[in-house]
């Protein structure tokens, strides 16, 4: 047998179908590799359940823009952290019920205002660093964290 694409033997022979419409270089290929990580966090590590708040930090990245979709699909109330007008604009676009730029808005108040006091129950992060460390204070007694 000839492997697909002469990959080498390596090969497995399997191939995933470029959706319509898609363009293969920017948007399919990525694809697998976005909802795959998203999937993973929340799906596999911190299961997302239907009614409960979701709070994506990049959410204009890769993965975190995956995540806004996959979140709404599971049922999540989804706030959507990106930093600029372009990128909140984009998280909106992907479904977000609620998008906070960190640039320029106080993250934890915004996050109190919009769970009235409570927290998020789920905080999807795929970014680290000093943003990430705040959202700790946003997060419900027995809240999660999925990497």
Same mark, same amino acid.
């Given at each position: 047998?000839?492997?697909?694409?002469?990959?080498?033997?390596?090969?497995?022979?399997?191939?995933?179908?470029?959706?319509?419409?898609?363009?293969?270089?920017?948007?399919?290929?990525?694809?697998?590799? @976005?909802?795959?990580?998203?999937?993973?966090?929340?799906?596999?590590?911190?299961?997302?359940?239907?009614?409960?708040?979701?709070?994506?930090?990049?959410?204009?990245g890769?993965?975190? @823009?995956?995540?806004?979709?996959?979140?709404?699909?599971?049922?999540?109330?989804?706030?959507?952290?990106a930093?600029?007008?372009?990128?909140?604009?984009?998280?909106?676009?992907?479904?977000?019920?609620?998008?906070? #730029?960190?640039? +320029?808005? #106080?993250?934890?108040?915004?996050? +109190?205002?919009?769970?009235?006091?409570?927290?998020?129950?789920?905080?999807?992060?795929?970014?680290?660093?000093e943003?990430?460390?705040?959202?700790?204070?946003?997060?419900a007694?027995?809240?999660?964290?999925?990497?």
């Open positions: 047998m000839i492997p697909p694409f002469g990959l080498g033997e390596e090969a497995t022979g399997e191939v995933v179908a470029v959706p319509p419409g898609s363009r293969f270089a920017q948007e399919a290929g990525g694809f697998p590799i @976005a909802f795959r990580t998203a999937y993973a966090g929340l799906v596999e590590r911190a299961p997302v359940e239907p009614g409960r708040s979701l709070l994506v930090l990049g959410a204009a890769n993965s975190g @823009a995956a995540a806004v979709q996959l979140g709404k699909a599971l049922g999540a109330t989804v706030i959507a952290v930093g600029g007008r372009s990128k909140t604009e984009l998280c909106a676009r992907h479904g977000a019920d609620h998008v906070i #730029d960190h640039r +320029t808005e #106080d993250l934890t108040a915004r996050v +109190t205002e919009i769970t009235g006091e409570r927290g998020v129950d789920l905080i999807y992060d795929p970014v680290g660093g943003t990430a460390a705040s959202t700790l204070k946003s997060i007694r027995g809240g999660r964290i999925a990497p």
